[in-house]
């Protein structure tokens, strides 16, 4: 009451009371004009002067087809758990200060940061290190990642550092085994025997060193798993961003998406997608990530027939396939191939597509839905020519047990995973020809050889990309292989998500995972300086 008696007796307010009513309107609106003319200045100004960066908080829902059974990096049981192992434990690379390559790559001494810490607080240490490559090796333990370090030994330098002896020369070591070496608490499973590591309490609840920690997880009426939840880890060496994940478990990839549509999860990805677009209804950013895969029929020539030995056949069967209508398949996130890395374009110039009339040939292929489609249009291009075709479609478990383990095919629809370092040694060398290795052609050829020993031993990467082309271009020259494609990881995420790193290579879908402390979905303004 007082302050608006004051107000009435200054000269500005007596002024406006003498104006005519007309006047007293306009300079009202006068001044409302002004007032939010001066706003959007201000915020104009606020806007031009600030950018927006990423802001610690939040929470983001991630979802994952399959169920969680024992999250452990060196036993998972399945691809979830593989997916959680990803962001609960750390690599020997996250938690290394340094890694050094001695006596021609065969030696790696590793130093680790000091005062990492488990999810409990103990230090992770050198002995950590030591145990989970002894469980590795332990056949007991039947842990997929026995064939990678199988014949390394591991030797305690002092409580931060460790030194790994390999039997041969391997450049790829660091950048390949030790970025996916992730470490497992020895303080909790030395007394454990390894058979009974499963039956621990760590199954659902791991303590791992990375940067989420397992909260608490949620059970259906069945049993199984909704959901789990995970907090950043404030120890982190790079704290993350997100303060909180949740994952939740989806019976298909029908369903996964259609929790999206939802809006019950914030974020996906698919493996082997066909097209996405018609399938996600509300917002979203694609993430096309590359994969080092390819996909290609390989030939089998000890059963595939007299004609099949033929170089020339063998071109135009190549030569005669539709490559970009299969990269349809995926909706274009595919790129196709014409040998076993891009870096070998169409080698074949001239071929005969009169070769293929009358010819019998019989397309094993796995009972997967974009290989059958696949398969679908090999079968078409090729009879268009005048072949006979016949595609047998398998389960994986039928494929390993009556097909592979004999070679037992005369054409098979396959892939291979080459990994981020390209190394094709596994698939074409001719010490990998029979199962359960994977040269699935039973290619032989001796100069291949030499050049595939020579790249995993070269550490130079314009030499060994020199060595890589032209161990591409010899094999494909050979045509031992039908090369298709190379398809692409898909993530579909809300466009709230940053931080994704659009150059990450995806060798295995928990790969999408590399990164993710630098996720977020808060952000702030910040001034610019001067």
Do not use: C
């Amino acid at each position: 009451m007082i302050g608006s008696e004051i107000l009435k007796r200054t000269k500005i307010f007596k002024l406006i009371q003498a104006l005519e009513k007309r006047e007293q309107l306009i300079l009202a609106g006068a001044t409302l004009v002004f007032s939010a003319s001066l706003l959007v200045l201000g915020i104009l100004y606020f806007q031009t002067k600030t950018y927006l960066v990423a802001a610690e908080g939040g929470r983001f829902r991630e979802g994952i087809v399959g169920q969680p059974a024992f999250i452990d990096p060196v036993l998972p049981s399945t691809e979830a758990d593989r997916d959680l192992a990803h962001i609960i434990f750390s690599s020997v690379a996250d938690v290394s200060e340094s890694i050094e390559a001695k006596e021609n790559n065969t030696i790696w001494e590793v130093r680790l940061k000091d005062n990492i810490r488990w999810h409990d607080g103990e230090r992770l240490t050198a002995d950590d290190i030591i145990f989970t490559l002894l469980v590795i090796q332990d056949p007991a333990a039947g842990s997929p990642l026995l064939p990678s370090f199988e014949g390394v030994a591991a030797e305690r330098v002092s409580e931060l550092e460790v030194r790994f002896v390999l039997q041969g020369s391997y450049a790829f070591f660091g950048e390949d085994h030790l970025k996916n070496l992730r470490v497992i608490p020895k303080h909790i499973f030395a007394d454990i025997p390894v058979l009974n590591f499963k039956l621990s309490t760590q199954g659902l609840h791991p303590i791992g060193s990375g940067p989420y920690g397992v909260v608490s997880y949620e059970k259906d009426a069945d049993g199984l798993i909704k959901s789990i939840e995970l907090k950043a880890n404030r120890n982190y060496p790079q704290k993350p961003k997100i303060s909180t994940l949740q994952i939740k478990f989806y019976r298909n990839e029908a369903d996964l998406i259609r929790a999206y549509n939802l809006g019950q999860i914030d974020g996906f990805g698919l493996t082997t997608a066909e097209p996405v677009a018609d399938k996600v209804k509300i917002r979203h950013r694609t993430y096309a990530l590359r994969a080092p895969r390819y996909y290609a029929i390989f030939i089998n020539e000890s059963i595939a027939g007299e004609a099949l030995k033929k170089l020339r056949v063998r071109e135009a069967l190549s030569a005669t396939i539709d490559r970009e209508r299969l990269a349809q398949i995926f909706g274009g996130y595919a790129t196709p191939l014409y040998g076993p890395t891009i870096l070998t374009p169409n080698l074949i110039e001239e071929f005969d597509p009169a070769l293929l009339q009358g010819l019998e040939l019989a397309l094993i292929v796995p009972d997967e839905e974009f290989l059958t489609k696949t398969a679908g249009i090999v079968k078409e291009n090729w009879e268009a020519h005048g072949a006979k075709v016949s595609v047998e479609v398998y389960s994986i478990k039928d494929l390993a047990e009556q097909i592979l383990v004999d070679n037992n095919y005369p054409l098979l629809l396959f892939g291979n995973i080459t990994k981020e370092n390209q190394d094709l040694f596994a698939f074409w060398h001719s010490s990998r020809r029979f199962y359960p290795d994977q040269n699935l052609s039973l290619y032989e050829a001796d100069d291949v050889d030499e050049l595939l020993e020579d790249y995993r031993k070269t550490a130079d990467p314009d030499e060994r990309n020199e060595i890589l082309k032209e161990v591409s271009d010899k094999i494909t020259a050979d045509v031992p292989a039908i090369f298709l494609y190379a398809p692409d990881y898909v993530y579909v995420a809300s466009p709230q998500l940053g931080g994704v790193n659009e150059a990450n290579i995806i060798s295995t879908r928990d790969d999408r995972f590399n990164g993710i402390e630098n996720w977020y979905v808060k952000t702030r303004r910040v001034f610019t300086r001067p």
